[in-house]
């Protein structure tokens, strides 16, 4: 639904990265190259970001 905002595991701050990290995919940036210069570099972390589905603008219209 909406990105956690600290990774489940470790507590690191990943919702402020999340913007970027959606931007550069949707253009066809490399996700490791991605999460390398978002300074992503805990496996965990990485996860977090990797395996979000946004499903926010599909639930919108039934609010």
């Known amino acids: 639904m909406i990105i956690p905002v600290r990774c489940f595991t470790c507590g690191f701050l990943i919702a402020?990265?999340?913007d970027e990290y959606?931007?550069?995919i949707d253009e066809g940036e490399d996700?490791?190259?991605i999460l390398d210069d978002l300074n992503v570099k805990r496996w965990c972390c990485r996860r977090m970001l990797?395996?979000?589905v946004d499903l926010i603008e599909e639930f919108l219209p039934f609010t």
């Open 16 to 18: 402020d990265k999340w």
């Open 22 to 24: 959606k931007k550069r």
């Open 31 to 33: 996700s490791d190259r």
């Open 50 to 52: 990797i395996s979000h």
